[in-house]
């Protein structure tokens, strides 16, 4: 069964403007991850958060981590046509190195 | 570097017909391997996943198996493919270690007719 949720299932915005995409999930956790995927492609591993940390960067990347609700949100500031993809959150929270992965967020970035 | 290889890219294949696909990693050496899958549109569901070789673990009760005969190489096989079978299959590979970051082949499209 799937662990995460993503929230919105679709989003489209300018390019320039942020994007915010949430993941909510039901179980504690080890660390949860966001992918990305471009169509018809594999997924690339964009960032990962440990359940002590609640935010951290990289580049235009900000992922902030909620234990307490089970949620964590991937912002991507100053969005670029290239940014178009499906964005997934995954989950880890057992010992075998196995992650759990959510329903994804499609984002289009429209020049 | 570490890559990972996956084919064929593309496959249609009739129902009841077998199916292999193949998963090889290059550049590390004992990795956790994964097959996952992902229909149209949707999340990816585990499939099996590898510790070792010879060790396999099975997600979801199906009419697929999955064999590590080698450290680097994982197939996923089927004796008889049903229309179900269809979808986009991805291979995974992680370190062997408390690192979680999972690294993906480029997937394999199966169309089942």
Request: hydrophobic share 30%; proline share 4%.
């Amino acid at each position: 069964s799937q662990q995460g949720e993503e929230d919105p299932q679709a989003l489209s915005i300018q390019e320039g403007e942020n994007a915010t995409m949430n993941c909510s999930y039901k179980t504690s956790i080890n660390n949860l991850q966001w992918y990305r995927q471009n169509s018809g492609r594999g997924l690339v591993h964009l960032i990962l958060i440990r359940s002590n940390e609640r935010e951290k960067h990289s580049g235009r990347l900000r992922v902030t981590l909620d234990t307490s609700k089970k949620s964590s949100s991937l912002l991507i500031t100053a969005s670029r046509a290239a940014d178009t993809a499906s964005y997934f959150c995954a989950t880890n929270s057992g010992g075998y190195q196995k992650v759990t992965f959510g329903t994804g967020t499609k984002l289009q970035v429209i020049p | 570097s570490q890559t990972i290889h996956q084919w064929p890219a593309t496959l249609v294949q009739p129902v009841g017909s077998p199916l292999s696909l193949e998963c090889t990693v290059e550049g590390t050496s004992n990795p956790n391997l994964y097959w996952y899958r992902q229909a149209a549109g949707r999340g990816l569901q585990l499939l099996f996943y590898s510790v070792g070789i010879g060790q396999i673990s099975s997600e979801v009760p199906q009419n697929l198996s999955a064999s590590r005969p080698q450290d680097r190489q994982f197939i996923l096989s089927s004796k008889k493919l049903l229309l179900s079978d269809s979808g986009f299959y991805l291979c995974a590979w992680s370190v062997s270690s408390k690192t979680d970051t999972q690294y993906f082949g480029p997937g394999t499209r199966l169309t089942v007719l």
